[in-house]
């Protein structure tokens, strides 16, 4: 089964772009939203969060406490380090497990940080979304309606950049507002169904 990577800075419209492939058939990994899930419900993972990161890492209700994770995390490498460390490899089992229940001619694994986590070594090839950079901001805050300008800023800052993503990317779709994302997705379709064979 071919494995595509889909990856882009906020705001680049990366969910719409895998929204398209849905609909075409294809189905999609969304590494965020497992990563959450999978912090929430792996009872060796949420020991380890607590340990690592003390037991206000969950709430009364047992659930993962984001606002307090994010805060020890965001303006700490170190311990973001640690989080990644803890987190990164069971999502990859996860994905793993995933990918096998999947009977498709490719699979997408959408990841924010594919680089970053070297979530990239487990796809066969990368498709970044690209958009500039004060277009994606505006979406991110038209979005994101609790988060200020400078937040979005330091969360892009933390990324690769734009140009970094799109040279190491071997597939790239414009979401630019100029270039329709439709027919981009269904050539980009075709090609990856040509890969499969």
Request: aromatic share 8%.
């Amino acid at each position: 089964m071919l494995k595509i990577g889909i990856t882009g800075g906020i705001g680049s419209g990366k969910s719409i772009v895998c929204r398209c492939f849905q609909l075409l058939g294809v189905p999609v990994y969304d590494s965020d939203t497992r990563a959450k899930w999978v912090m929430n419900h792996d009872p060796e993972l949420r020991d380890q969060l607590i340990s690592t990161f003390g037991p206000e890492t969950f709430d009364a209700q047992q659930n993962l406490n984001r606002p307090y994770l994010s805060q020890k995390v965001f303006h700490n490498a170190t311990e973001l380090a640690k989080l990644n460390g803890l987190v990164h490899p069971q999502v990859r089992k996860d994905f793993y497990r995933w990918m096998e229940q999947q009977q498709v001619p490719y699979i997408l694994k959408e990841a924010a940080l594919m680089f970053e986590s070297n979530a990239y070594t487990q796809v066969d090839h990368v498709l970044t979304v690209s958009a500039p950079l004060n277009l994606r901001l505006t979406r991110t805050l038209q979005r994101d309606a609790h988060r200020t300008a400078a937040e979005v800023e330091a969360i892009i800052g933390k990324q690769l950049s734009e140009e970094e993503r799109v040279s190491r990317a071997q597939f790239v779709l414009y979401n630019d507002d100029e270039q329709l994302v439709l027919p981009q997705v269904v050539s980009l379709h075709e090609r990856f169904l040509q890969l499969a064979r």
